[in-house]
């Protein structure tokens, strides 16, 4: 007989599930957990909820830091996509009364992926301080332009109105909760593409380039192909992400590109580590509850509250929160 007739469906002889068995667990657990926020968002008080609302927005941002940090990259200049998102979705909204949004968050996520594109070629050739550093001047330059154009408010940003969602207007009661399940979701459906992108044979390439980008060269693959993508994805996932922050919070301004937001955005990203998806947005909420009840109590000194905090992630979990369930996989 057989040896393999005896294994269940979509594991190996040698123990190894499936990728298609591994991903339709992960789909299953990711709607699993998307249906408990959704009820657990119904009945949390307003202030969590939008606590949760943020964390998620801001999470997207930092999985596609993660998507560059496999590559062996950290790019310092997030805010760049994420000013850019979020301003695409309030001119949207104020100046062609498109108020949707779903459409407004899409918007957001592919402008700014195209204002990226052009950049990817150039960056893909750059590794350590000079890629952080060449997008981190990338965001300064957004900055500035942001703060002296007054046809965008300047220093001051300006406001958008409530967003309607599928062509119905929300009422002031459930407009927080509604945005709550747009966030999560966008956030859930984006974490299982990334998922599904970093197990695929272009998403396994990026980390063979973290190890030796030489080798990878002489195996045929396309080392600066491989982290345009990664680039370009992570711009994505920055507009998206500023879309739906701006729309929760009814107000964009030219900080949203400033390098200390942009900071932010690393910090989450090296607090969870690159080997798991879900921990980017563990670590956004932990980011935000640990800041919201730092600034609460010690509103003087929350910045160092948070520094310790990431101190004494790096010195017990150096590999970052994913690592005390992916026991060293990479995945």
Not at 149 to 163: A, I, K, Q, V
Not at 268 to 290: C, H, K, N, P
Not at 291 to 302: E, K
């Amino acid at each position: 007989m057989n040896p393999s007739s005896k294994m269940p469906q979509g594991i190996t002889t040698s123990g190894t599930v499936l990728p298609g068995v591994r991903h339709g667990r992960t789909v299953a657990l990711a709607f699993g957990a998307f249906a408990l926020l959704a009820a657990a968002g119904f009945a949390a008080p307003k202030w969590l909820t939008f606590l949760v609302t943020m964390a998620a927005g801001n999470g997207l941002v930092s999985l596609g830091i993660v998507a560059l940090m496999r590559g062996g990259v950290v790019p310092f200049g997030q805010g760049m996509v994420f000013a850019i998102g979020g301003y695409s979705a309030a001119l949207l909204f104020n100046k062609a009364g498109f108020t949707d949004a779903i459409g407004l968050a899409l918007t957001g996520g592919v402008l700014a992926a195209a204002v990226a594109a052009p950049f990817a070629p150039l960056l893909s050739r750059y590794r350590g301080i000079f890629f952080a550093m060449l997008t981190l001047a990338l965001s300064m330059v957004t900055y500035g332009l942001l703060m002296k154009m007054e046809s965008l408010g300047g220093s001051d940003g300006f406001n958008l109105g409530r967003p309607t969602l599928l062509g119905m207007k929300l009422p002031d009661a459930s407009t927080g909760y509604v945005m709550y399940l747009v966030t999560t979701g966008f956030a859930t459906v984006m974490a299982l593409v990334a998922r599904v992108y970093f197990d695929s044979t272009r998403g396994l390439v990026t980390l063979a380039v973290r190890e030796n980008e030489l080798r990878v060269e002489y195996l045929g693959g396309s080392v600066r192909q491989a982290m345009s993508i990664n680039f370009i994805f992570a711009a994505f996932c920055g507009g998206l992400g500023g879309a739906l922050v701006v729309m929760s919070l009814g107000h964009v301004e030219p900080t949203f590109s400033f390098w200390t937001t942009s900071g932010e955005f690393v910090f989450v990203a090296i607090l969870a580590g690159w080997q798991s998806v879900a921990a980017v947005f563990v670590a956004s909420t932990v980011l935000e509850v640990v800041r919201s009840f730092s600034s609460a109590y010690f509103p003087n000194t929350w910045q160092l509250a948070l520094g310790l905090f990431l101190l004494f992630v790096i010195r017990f979990l150096p590999r970052g929160i994913g690592s005390l369930w992916m026991k060293g996989s990479g995945k």
